[in-house]
């Protein structure tokens, strides 16, 4: 509730005027319940009024400002990481202006707020994590935030292991899986290093400045080296929502006429990577292969391979 009320009223501080039918499909909510937060930010002070009509709607006084100490420093990084994550999922412009909004909140001496959660970079769900996963990203963000230079002892998938004094710059979690995306001293480039392969780590006193324009420009694999396939696969109830969460809501659709289990169909162009098979694998008996016909081969001949491992 807190958040859709801060959330509210940053639209009514931003626009000039909105309507109830707005801010209700925004935030999913009822345009009762928006009238019901309306009134908790009324008691708690904000001015505002409302006009009835064709081009109606809700205003806030023109005197109204919001004071500095409505938020504490701790709410108001909080509240800038999370639209911070937001606004890598959005390509509106409402998310940039609701940052600048929060980060111009100072005054009283407060310091400027860091944008911590620009540097966290999603790709995928929001699982997989672990008490080891955990024990590297505490220090890790901590570099980040703070700039320290960590080194790192790194087993690379051929089983090389090196010693390495990185610049950390943001996390990346891809198909449930965690890494840092850093600059390597060593190699003199920006890397991802994945964080099951780093052995050990420490983050030392020595700090880094980035540059002031330095732009994430990122990459786990070479997908330029990769082709892209045009995919198509029927869905059960049960698998819905995680390939809906693979391809987008917009390319899983229900079928016109269901055949038994099978509800809904997907289609979609991705990077045919090593990691396609054993994503479509993860689906088990919830997906059918429909094309193309190479990769459904493939995908028998590994759930054939897997089933005779395990005899």
Known sequence: MVNVCFCILTELLAKNKVTAKYLAEKYEISVRTVYRYLDVLAAGGVNFFTDRGRNGGIK???DYKLSASYLTDAEKKSLIEAVSIWSQTTSGTDAESLK????????GGAQPVRMAGDKIILEGGLDGDSERIKNKI?????AIDENFVVRIEYRSRSGSQTERDIEPRAFVFKQMVWYVYAYCRNRKDFRTFKLSRIIKLKVTDEKFIPASDEKYEWSLTDNASYEK???LVRLKESARYDAEEWLGVENVKPLSEPDGEWKYIASAVITADASLVPKLLSFGDGIKILLPYDLKAEALKAAQNLLKNNE
């Open 100 to 107: 600048t909004k929060l980060a111009a909140l100072g005054g």
């Open 60 to 62: 806030i006084a023109d």
């Open 138 to 142: 505490a220090p890790l963000k901590k």
């Open 229 to 231: 396939k045009d995919i």
